[in-house]
């Protein structure tokens, strides 16, 4: 794992996902959860529908947004800034907060398991804890009556 880590260490491609999964990668490469997706693919590695891309490799004349025609769209435009994705934006920061950088996302993604796990935990113990008041409750009840 070490060696895969220093030899990303040069890499000069794909620069922005190496960076911000490299720190992480061990507990990247474990994680049990978390599958990629086409579309998280394309985002985490700005290969897909974004103008600068495309435009790279001679689908597009220029890196323009179609969105929102901001002059370079890219998956970072897309995630952080392109009006015509306010609404799933607004969905994304209410899930994992408002910093959308790729690293933070990439904490988000591996710490999803935990978020899901502690919300569980919480509700089985708010859940334990209402069955215990109930229980109290029928037992004042049967010792007034
Ligand atoms: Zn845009």
Same mark, same amino acid.
């Given at each position: 794992?070490?060696?895969?880590?220093?030899?990303?260490?040069?890499?000069?491609?794909? =620069?922005? %996902?190496?960076?911000?999964?490299?720190? @992480?990668?061990?507990?990247?490469?474990?994680?049990?959860?978390? /599958? $990629?997706?086409?579309?998280?693919?394309?985002?985490?590695?700005?290969?897909?529908?974004?103008?600068?891309?495309?435009?790279?490799?001679?689908?597009?004349?220029?890196?323009?947004?179609?969105?929102?025609?901001?002059?370079?769209?890219?998956?970072?435009?897309?995630?952080? =800034?392109? %009006?015509?994705?306010?609404?799933?934006? @607004?969905?994304?920061?209410?899930?994992?907060?408002?910093?959308? /950088? $790729?690293?933070?996302?990439?904490?988000?993604?591996?710490?999803?398991?935990?978020?899901?796990?502690?919300?569980?935990?919480?509700?089985?113990?708010?859940?334990?804890?209402?069955?215990?008041?109930?229980?109290?409750?029928?037992?004042?009840?049967?010792?007034?009556?």
């Amino acid at each position: 794992m070490e060696l895969w880590v220093d030899g990303l260490a040069g890499a000069e491609h794909g =620069v922005r %996902t190496i960076q911000a999964i490299r720190p @992480r990668l061990h507990q990247w490469s474990v994680r049990k959860y978390g /599958s $990629l997706t086409f579309r998280i693919t394309q985002v985490l590695s700005g290969h897909g529908c974004f103008g600068r891309y495309l435009c790279r490799i001679g689908r597009e004349e220029t890196a323009s947004c179609h969105g929102c025609g901001a002059e370079e769209d890219t998956a970072q435009h897309t995630l952080e =800034v392109c %009006t015509a994705w306010s609404n799933e934006r @607004r969905t994304l920061v209410t899930e994992i907060g408002g910093d959308l /950088s $790729l690293p933070s996302v990439i904490d988000a993604m591996l710490g999803i398991f935990l978020f899901v796990l502690n919300k569980k935990v919480g509700w089985i113990a708010k859940s334990l804890t209402m069955e215990q008041k109930r229980i109290k409750d029928v037992e004042k009840m049967n010792k007034e009556n």
